[in-house]
């Protein structure tokens, strides 16, 4: 039967993904062919944003994967504190760049649709500032992981900044409650349901679906090439102390 | 496709995601295969895994 721990078996987990992965490259392409479509084709302009609305389509699904990628790195860190799952550590570590890769994206649409919309580019006001918290965070994280060679040591000291940082994600996501911003307020994961009319919101799960898709595709792609490159260093590790011993014994 | 007077801001940051997103997945693809790379040549000169040979292989090494 297959349970968690079989799932956690990095060889199984090798050979499952071999077999995942060109469906959800497939997937991707297919659900971005759809996005960009829609949300060039179909979706009209906004009656107050005009055609600036479709850099929402891209934009927000980057925040919203910015933020399921640094939680994700906080499930995987307690995974790999409490149960010292090699796996749990190797899906924090490659998880890390692809979400500072989303947080930018974030930033900058974000950017380029503030200039239009606000008359600038960037406000220190509550949402954009813990984005940028978030996206310092990544780095934080990245930069333990390459500064400590040892990669157990390197994941325990990631892990906990991992948790520590867990906290900004509710001051992101109830920033524009809690704070006056410029920053508009939830229109789609709130309570009561959506407020953005249909031919505009279809577009933009369409282009959430695939940025998600697209996300899975990359971290498990980068977890196979982590695992890989393990392996290589143990390999390596072994040569040179079979090389040792050979001497030795001469 | 006419995206009015802002359209240069539309173009840039769909220009930009597109950018950042090829660079994740050739990152993704060139990685995987330079460690697949590496495993061989060490596997050719009969370099073996500790776990290669245990049932389960549950190691990353």
């Known amino acids: 039967m297959l349970n968690f721990a079989t799932l956690a078996n990095p060889s199984f987990f090798m050979r499952l993904t071999d077999r995942v992965l060109p469906w959800l490259g497939g997937a991707a392409a297919l659900l971005f ?12 302009a906004d009656y ?25 790195i906080a499930a995987s860190s307690i995974g790999s504190l409490v149960w010292r799952h090699p796996l749990a550590d190797v899906a924090a570590k490659t998880a890390a760049p692809i979400g500072a890769a989303f947080t930018l994206l974030a930033l900058v649409t974000g950017s380029l649709w503030g200039k239009p919309m606000w ?6 006001d509550a949402r954009l500032t813990s984005v940028l918290v978030l996206f310092f965070l990544y780095l934080g994280l990245i930069a333990l992981w390459q500064s400590i060679e040892e990669p ?8 906990i900044l991992a948790l520590v940082g867990i906290v900004n994600i509710p001051i992101i996501k109830f920033s524009v409650d809690w704070w006056n911003t410029l920053h508009q307020p939830a229109s789609v994961m709130r309570m009561g349901g959506p407020t953005i009319h249909p031919a505009i919101l279809t577009p933009l799960l369409v282009m959430a ?17 982590e695992i890989l490159r393990r392996r290589v260093e143990t390999m390596m590790m072994t040569r040179v102390s079979r090389a040792a011993s050979l001497k030795a014994a001469e | 496709m006419d995206l009015g007077p ?5 173009w840039t940051a769909y220009g930009v995601t597109t950018a950042v997103i090829a660079l994740l997945v050739a990152r993704a693809i060139i990685d995987e295969r330079r460690q697949r790379e590496a495993l061989v040549k060490l596997e050719t000169q009969g370099i ?7 049932a389960g292989d549950d190691t990353l090494s």
């Open chain 1, 48 to 72: 107050q944003q005009g055609e600036t609305v479709r850099i929402m389509f891209i934009h927000v699904p980057a925040a919203w994967l910015a933020m399921f990628c640094y939680t994700l």
């Open chain 1, 119 to 124: 008359g600038a580019y960037w406000v220190w």
């Open chain 1, 152 to 159: 157990s040591r390197a994941g325990r000291a990631a892990a």
């Open chain 2, 6 to 10: 802002h359209a240069v801001f539309i």
């Open chain 2, 48 to 54: 073996r895994r500790r776990s290669a040979s245990h």
């Open chain 1, 33 to 44: 062919a759809t996005g960009l479509y829609l949300a060039f084709f179909v979706a009209p």
């Open chain 1, 209 to 225: 679906a695939a940025y998600t898709v697209l996300f899975l595709w990359l971290h498990l792609k980068a977890m196979r090439a």
